[in-house]
């Protein structure tokens, strides 16, 4: 045989720094993501890629622009090996398996997936997503559930839009984004994120987009009550939750009005049992600037560190 014939049969011995390498060639097509391909079958299977695909508001004029199933693959590829960066997808350039398996016919540049989008208003981008989005979880909601919101600050590094220095508790001084959360409580199932300047990290500035939210899905889905932390806890979110008879459980801050109405409770012996070593009771309460009383829950449990006076430590939470 020749020396190539021979090569390729039997492999060849190469040296390196790390010692002698034997190496040997495949015919075969050879992935990183070996395990994608039964993503792309539950993708097939479940109708859930070309009706997303076809529903893309992308367009292009030109006849050499690439298309539509190019460019979103090329981004659902680029998201399921856990890129961070335009950068990170030239890396599957080398691919020549799973493109193929989506039906594309190439991985395109990162430059290509920069431009794609700028053209497209961002609320024609937020309908097409959140339509296919709620294929995947609205039969679930069917069920009775509880919607937690949650805001949380993303420090960012280099030039971004929206990137905005604000409160950022873990990098201060550092530009950031705030991702505004919606997702169903103790499943932690994400419904849907609002990613904001971060100089936007108060509730009033999701307020809009949360009851957009709620209004769109069906009236059997809607859930069984809000829940949040202090932030949300203002006059306007409360009013537009009472307009929809839409029950809410929001934190308390700490103000002094609070505080003196928890000491008057805590000395009436009208606590009840609440489970898992908690004891609560009830009051109603109008605070300042607040159009009408409203019914204030305090819980209490015996706190990890003793106290002076041998007594119990408060917690405090507001149900609407």
């Known amino acids: 045989m020749g020396e190539n014939d021979l090569t390729k049969a039997t492999g060849v011995s190469v040296a390196t720094f790390g010692g002698d390498v034997h190496v040997e060639w495949d015919p075969a097509a050879v992935t990183p993501l ?52 335009y950068a990170h997808i030239t890396s599957m350039r080398c691919d020549g398996v799973n493109p193929g398996m989506l039906g594309m016919s190439r991985v395109l540049s990162e ?14 981008c937020q309908v097409w997503q959140r339509d296919h989005l709620s294929r995947c979880y609205e039969s679930l909601l069917e069920e009775p559930w509880i919607l937690d919101m949650d805001t949380t600050v993303k420090p960012l590094y280099g030039r971004q839009e929206g990137a905005v220095v604000d409160f950022n508790p873990r990098k201060p001084g550092r530009p950031s984004h705030v991702y505004h959360t919606y997702f169903v409580g103790t ?5 849907d994120v609002e990613v904001q300047a971060g100089n936007h990290s108060s509730s009033k500035h999701s307020r809009e987009g ?35 008879q839409l029950p809410y459980l929001f934190k308390l ?36 600037g607040r159009s009408a009383n409203r019914r204030v829950v305090v819980l209490r449990t015996r706190s990890s560190q003793e106290h002076p006076d041998g007594g119990r430590s408060p917690k405090r939470i507001r149900p609407g």
């Open 34 to 85: 070996g395990q994608l391909p039964f993503f792309i079958d539950f993708l097939k299977t479940a109708e859930l890629f070309d009706p997303w695909v076809e529903d893309c508001p992308l367009t292009y004029q030109s006849p050499n622009a690439p298309s539509r199933r190019d460019v979103l693959g090329t981004i659902l590829l680029s998201v399921l090996a856990g890129h961070r960066l």
């Open 111 to 124: 430059d290509s997936i920069r431009r794609a989008f700028r053209s497209i208003s961002a609320g024609d």
């Open 187 to 191: 499943l932690r199932l994400v419904l």
């Open 210 to 244: 949360l009851f957009d939210f709620i209004d769109d899905l069906p009236d059997e889905c809607h859930p069984e009550f809000l829940r949040g932390d202090s932030g949300f806890d203002n006059e306007a979110t409360i009013k537009e939750a009472e307009e929809r």
């Open 253 to 288: 801050r700490q103000t002094a009005v609070v505080k003196r109405l928890i000491e008057k409770l805590f000395k009436h012996e009208s606590w009840v049992e609440a489970g898992q070593g908690w004891e609560g009771t009830e009051s109603h309460l109008r605070l300042s």
